[in-house]
């Protein structure tokens, strides 16, 4: 077998500090794992709404070959003529045509091997657009001419329905990549057929935040039942992916290991002041 093809994913860039944070450790990351094909996704950079020209450069020269993104790419007016001009950004290939931009990419890692990315829409609570699944099936068998190496870029809500993509597409593409509910999910794993699958990659963005949102808008907005202005959160900023390994020759994944830079703290490192003062109440 020839040497394993080394795909590195990165979840949804989430504000400027996201992207700062992307682009300055994505070489290092490229690096330390040995990624000959890196795919980050792009919707919610610019104050979590879509990317310029600019944010796409910058990831373009941290390393990144394709950027997909998902339905807030189309909230910034400036982004709709990027999508037409640059083929290496996508966004989901099943909203309708008339939108402009690509739903997939072909593109030659420095090795020369060929690597194919779907971008695919969720229906399920996001706007009811064309069938994910007709379209997956069409442009992956596009691609299977090719390539056998394909990464499908899942932007969905709803884990049954990226589950149901994972399945449908089971052993025709090396990985089907959940994104759009910026949580990491725990359920990395290779499906029967030899595709790489995981729920949600996770966001690389603020955690110290609800999705990105800052904690005290996102408070408001569920207690208040009403619209509050959205602030990208500036905390805790990490950058969430997955690394991949695929038998170049079948498309078949060999290892997903998910990635979270820098980790989550499992205990406590400083007890706040209140938090003391609550369990001191407790004890008492
Ligand atoms: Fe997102
Ligand atoms: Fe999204």
């Given at each position: ?6 795909i590195l994913f990165i ?26 094909a890196v795919i980050v996704n ?22 990144a070959h394709i950027i997909t ?21 996508l ?16 593109f ?7 690597v194919?990315v779907?971008n ?31 990464i499908?870029d ?23 990549l ?63 992916g ?43």
């Amino acid at each position: 077998m020839s040497e394993p093809l080394n795909i590195l994913f990165i979840g949804d860039i989430v504000g400027l500090n996201g992207l700062a944070m992307v682009t300055k450790f994505l070489k290092s990351l490229i690096e330390k794992h040995d990624a000959e094909a890196v795919i980050v996704n792009g919707e919610n950079i610019y104050d979590g709404k879509a990317l310029t020209k600019k944010h796409a450069e910058e990831l373009f020269a941290a390393g990144a070959h394709i950027i997909t993104t998902g339905n807030h790419v189309w909230e910034r007016w400036e982004t709709r003529p990027l999508l037409r001009e640059e083929r290496r950004i996508l966004r989901p290939l099943n909203y309708p045509r008339e939108n402009g931009g690509s739903g997939y990419a072909i593109f030659k890692t420095a090795k020369g091997t060929k690597v194919g990315v779907l971008n695919v829409q969720g229906r399920v609570f996001l706007p009811p657009i064309d069938d994910p699944f007709k379209s997956a099936d069409w442009a992956v068998g596009n691609m299977l001419e090719e390539t056998p190496n394909i990464i499908v870029d899942m932007h969905a809500e709803a884990t049954a329905e990226k589950q149901a993509m994972g399945f449908f597409l089971d052993g025709r593409v090396s990985a089907v990549l959940g994104t759009h509910t910026h949580v990491p999910t725990a359920d990395e794993r290779i499906l029967p057929h030899g595709t790489a699958y995981i729920s949600d990659v996770g966001m690389s963005g603020p955690y110290d935040s609800c999705v990105g949102l800052r904690t005290d808008i996102a408070i408001k907005r569920f207690m208040l039942g009403t619209p509050h202005k959205y602030e990208t959160a500036t905390g805790d900023v990490k950058i969430a992916g997955v690394i991949l390994q695929v038998d170049r020759e079948t498309g078949h994944a060999l290892s997903i290991e998910r990635i979270i830079f820098p980790e989550f703290e499992k205990t406590a490192v400083v007890v706040k002041e209140e938090v003391q003062a609550e369990v001191t109440l407790i004890e008492g």
